[in-house]
């Protein structure tokens, strides 16, 4: 019955829950600092790279392919929006990195301008500006549809948030156990850790209205939230989650998470 009511909800209204779905996990996952002071690195670097595993199927699976299936009959060569729209989305994080001052997990160096600013506000930040462009790619998905274009679906859109609500459980845990090592109150971890992903469900309700408005920007759209969030993994995720000396742990994990979201967009595609 929930689910009826759902797909009975204008798109713009689904890509916001859907959202709300995605900050919900991040929540959970951040929740977990009531429960323990310290997670075993391990478990840690094999969810994160788990995280990046789905993270990367879903900018092909979810994004890329779309956006180039979308392009055909447009008079320009059919790679051609994809591969603009994700330069631009990785060139876009990478002026957002050098404009505003952050900490990534697992490092002490800032990065961004000089700042006094909290440790726990830049790395609360650094968490934050990675989650925009997976917010991002929750409302283009169901933008598309709201635009009623052909390639788009609303098993697929759900297949997306559904996978990156999975992978933003350890990106929860990732910002408040941390803050716990470093003697702040388990209120305050979990606080800064769901603040993170407050941005996604925004994100996500402007990528949808983006989409709606200006529906020829569809594939370029698709496009620039895959190479935002590929910059993520790259720059961020899967750094980390090697740094500690699991690597093999964390490519494995990387490798299963790839295969679950192929699975959940072809299957429910």
Partial sequence: MV?????????????????????????????????????DRRVLDGMLGFAAGVMIAASFWSLLLPAIEMSAGTGLPEWMPAAAGFLAGGIFLRGVDMLLPHLHPGLSRTEGPATSWRRSTLLVLAITIHNIPEGLAVGVAFGALAAGHPTASLAAALALALGIGIQNFPEGMAVSVPLRREGLSPLRCFWYGQVSGVVE???????????????????????????????????????????????DLATMGALVGFVVMMVLDVGLG
Avoid: C, K
Wanted: charged share 5%; proline share 6%; no cysteine.
């Fill in 201 to 247: 469900p925004v994100a996500a309700l402007l990528g949808a209205v983006a989409v709606i408005v200006a529906a020829p920007l569809l594939p370029y759209a698709l496009a620039f939230a895959a190479g935002a969030m590929i910059f993520v993994v790259v720059e961020d995720v899967i750094p980390e989650s090697q740094i500690n000396g699991h690597a």
């Fill in 3 to 39: 689910m009826g009511q759902f797909l009975a909800l204008d798109p713009v209204v689904q890509a916001l829950l859907a959202g709300l779905f995605t900050w919900t996990l991040t929540a959970l996952g951040a929740a977990t600092v009531f429960l323990t002071r310290e997670v």
